[in-house]
T-cell receptor, first 118, second 115 residues
Framework: NAGVTQTPKFQVLKTGQSMTLQCAQD?????MYWYRQDPGMGLRLIYY???????DKGEVPNGYNVSRLNKREFSLRLESAAPSQTSVYFC?????????????????FGEGSRLTVL | AQSVAQPEDQVNVAEGNPLTVKCTYS??????LFWYVQYPNRGLQFLLK??????LVKGSYGFEAEFNKSQTSFHLKKPSALVSDSALYFC?????????????FGGGTRVLVKP
């Protein structure tokens, strides 16, 4: 069982280039998320998709776009990369985006994509 | 708004000794609290959570955490640390009354367990 799979694992871009990070989950989860991880800042939510067909901004959405292609896949696109977007990006999924209950908060993460923008 | 503070960047402990990783939080309503662990070059893994009920929560790998509402804390503990517990630990919170399942993470605490 693969869980959450991200590609690519590593990428180096020049300022102004574009790229797409791909994410797929095989757990039949409804909700998917993109986070970035920077030293000392924890994880910050970029965008999320509560369910297939919906996407919403998180804490740091500027410079990014997302697409929920189907229930399994959620991609993150950088249209014009900047050095400030150098980071480790994590995709995550959860069974539901429900606001309460025992399932709340259990996110399953991919192994991360390390992006460097020169 | 919701926020999490992990006051220690790193915690060093000898193998076999008790391990504590501190976390304090701020939410406007009731908190849902979580601990995640990250091993090198891996994604985060869920350890435990507090939603409601007993203030002492037990999780994976022998870890537990105590919810203290008056001190707005949710410290992670393990009675006897192992070298294999060396990793990066994240506390996270969300307001139970807020829409959605968006967690706010702390900055992380690196745990180093020495043999």
């Amino acid at each position: 069982n693969a869980g959450v799979t991200q590609t690519p694992k590593f990428q180096v871009l020049k300022t102004g280039q574009s790229m797409t990070l791909q994410c797929a989950q095989d757990m039949n989860h409804n909700s998917m998320y993109w986070y970035r991880q920077d030293p000392g800042m924890g994880l910050r939510l970029i965008y999320y998709s509560a369910s297939e067909g919906t996407t919403d901004k998180g804490e740091v959405p500027n410079g990014y776009n997302v697409s929920r292609l189907n229930k399994r896949e959620f991609s993150l696109r950088l249209e014009s990369a900047a050095p400030s977007q150098t980071s480790v990006y994590f995709c995550a999924s959860s069974l539901t985006h429900a606001t309460s209950g025992s399932r709340s908060g259990e996110l399953f993460f991919g192994e991360g994509s390390r992006l460097t923008v020169l | 708004a919701q926020s999490v503070a992990q006051p220690e960047d790193q915690v060093n402990v000898a193998e076999g000794n008790p391990l504590t990783v501190k976390c304090t939080y701020s939410v406007s309503g009731n908190p849902y609290l979580f601990w995640y662990v990250q091993y090198p070059n891996r994604g985060l893994q869920f350890l435990l959570k507090y939603i409601t009920g007993d203030n002492l929560v037990k999780g994976s790998y022998g870890f537990e955490a105590e919810f203290n509402k008056s001190q707005t804390s949710f410290h992670l503990k393990k009675p006897s640390a192992l070298v294999s517990d060396s990793a990066l630990y994240f506390c996270a919170v969300r307001d139970s009354g807020a829409a959605g399942n968006k967690l706010t993470f702390g900055g992380g605490t690196r745990v180093l367990v020495k043999p």
